[in-house]
């Protein structure tokens, strides 16, 4: 039997804006509570020329690869045990702007 006690996220949510969209990875952070993430929320909110693939991974590596679309917004939550995590593009020429929402979901 498991016996949840209770999840919260980090105190904010926080938000990266792209107008690029590079295969180098941005590093985003839950902060001093790292040590307790068992979840990451994301959603974007945008207008960009075309649809893109974000990557989120560690070190290099993709764990998930997710479709946002070119206008409009997405969200999803997701399990993630560790924190950092690393946002990267797949090689694409987009244009445009996105924000992206994150907040690491702490027990």
Same mark, same amino acid.
């Given at each position: 039997?498991? #016996?949840?006690?209770?999840?919260s996220?980090?105190?904010? /949510?926080?938000?990266?804006? =792209?107008?690029? =969209?590079?295969?180098?990875? #941005?590093e985003? !952070?839950?902060?001093?509570?790292?040590?307790n993430v #068992?979840?990451? +929320?994301?959603?974007?909110? $945008?207008?960009?020329?075309?649809?893109? /693939?974000?990557?989120?991974g560690?070190?290099?590596?993709v764990? +998930?690869?997710?479709?946002?679309?070119?206008s409009? !917004?997405?969200? /999803?939550?997701f399990?993630w045990?560790?924190?950092?995590? /690393?946002? !990267?593009?797949?090689?694409?020429?987009a244009? $445009?702007?996105?924000?992206l929402?994150y907040? =690491?979901?702490?027990?």
């Amino acid at each position: 039997m498991l #016996i949840l006690i209770g999840i919260s996220g980090c105190r904010d /949510e926080s938000k990266i804006v =792209f107008n690029e =969209f590079l295969s180098t990875p #941005i590093e985003i !952070s839950a902060g001093k509570q790292g040590k307790n993430v #068992i979840g990451l +929320k994301l959603s974007t909110q $945008g207008s960009i020329s075309t649809s893109v /693939e974000m990557r989120i991974g560690i070190e290099g590596y993709v764990y +998930k690869t997710i479709k946002i679309p070119s206008s409009g !917004s997405y969200s /999803e939550r997701f399990d993630w045990y560790d924190s950092p995590a /690393e946002i !990267s593009f797949a090689d694409t020429i987009a244009s $445009g702007r996105l924000t992206l929402h994150y907040q =690491f979901l702490i027990l």
